[in-house]
């Protein structure tokens, strides 16, 4: 015996059956939370950098007293083969930013040798901060811990070879124009070098050219070696604090000196952080 189903049980359970494909639908075509809104680059790089400061303060003071104290040295030697004049004022200038050479270069390289080969670049990696942000406030943080050992060299260098200090203030620009400079040349050596003793290397081997390249007046060096040094980015905060040493400087000529040495930095912090976000990704 044939059943008949009444037209309205039949529609109802039609709709019943839309009703629920149609709210199974709405889940699965349901919009994903919205994500929270990127960090802003200067709250982010102030926040790594205040990470940074606090994190290198204990580790980093005991290697900033051994760079001041090496540049401290290297003038009391050269003291016994210089006696003044221009070749004075190339191994003053080059000493004191030998400080900042040897913790933004060669230290900086180490620190992001150290933290690519660690697993610590995963971290950053997972903060919702520009890859600039963690570049600038790392190089920032370790340039900071230049200034007092650059401005003592400067001024133990000035008191030993006769130097006016009339205009050391000078240092105010040299230090992190060169600074910057120089610490996204670390950077970029600590996250391209593929082992952490390679990064070690090239930190050491940046420093050692600082040395050499910045320290010895130019007239003493050799024409190749000479062009070397016009590649190295501190050597125009070198020639800037040393032509601040003339009794009436060419302000003109310092200027330029630290323009150029700006725009290598800015360069140099760039090539940092394309380097970042290249070993970040791996």
């Known amino acids: 015996m044939t059943s008949i189903v009444p037209a309205q049980a039949v529609t109802g359970s039609v709709r019943i059956a839309d009703d629920g494909r149609a709210g199974r639908d709405g889940q699965e075509e349901a919009a994903p ?6 960090a802003r680059l200067f709250p982010s790089l102030a926040a790594v950098y205040r990470a940074q400061l606090s994190r290198a303060r204990v580790a980093r003071i005991p290697l900033l007293f051994v760079a001041t104290f090496q540049s401290v040295g290297i003038m ?29 270069l060669n230290l900086l390289a180490q620190y992001f040798g150290q933290l690519r080969a660690g697993g610590g670049l995963d971290h950053y990696a997972t903060l919702p901060v520009p890859p600039a942000a963690v570049v600038l406030g790392a ?21 030993l070879f006769g130097l006016p200090l009339t205009h050391l203030w000078v240092l105010v620009a040299v230090i992190p124009l060169s600074g910057a400079a120089l610490s996204g040349l670390g950077a970029a ?21 600082a040395l050499l390249l910045g ?11 000479g ?8 050597t125009y905060g070198v020639e800037a ?19 150029v040495c700006a725009v290598v930095g800015v360069l140099s912090l760039a090539a940092a952080t394309w380097a ?5 990704v791996r």
């Open 33 to 38: 939370a919205p994500l929270a809104p990127r």
């Open 76 to 104: 009391v030697l050269m003291r016994g083969v210089v006696d003044g004049g221009f070749e004075a004022r190339a191994v003053v200038a080059g000493s004191s930013v030998l400080v900042v050479a040897f913790v933004a």
């Open 139 to 159: 190089a920032g943080a370790y340039a900071s811990f230049t200034v007092p050992g650059t401005i003592v060299t400067a001024v133990a260098g000035s008191v």
């Open 189 to 209: 050596m600590g996250l391209l070098a593929p082992r952490q003793e390679l990064a070690t290397l090239l930190g050491q081997l940046g420093m050692s050219a």
């Open 215 to 225: 320290v010895l007046p130019a007239d003493r060096l050799p024409g190749p070696i």
């Open 227 to 234: 062009w070397a040094r016009d590649l190295l980015p501190s």
């Open 241 to 259: 604090l040393s032509r601040s040493f003339d009794a009436h400087p060419d302000w003109a000529v310092v200027a330029l000196d630290l323009a």
């Open 276 to 280: 970042y976000r290249r070993a970040a």
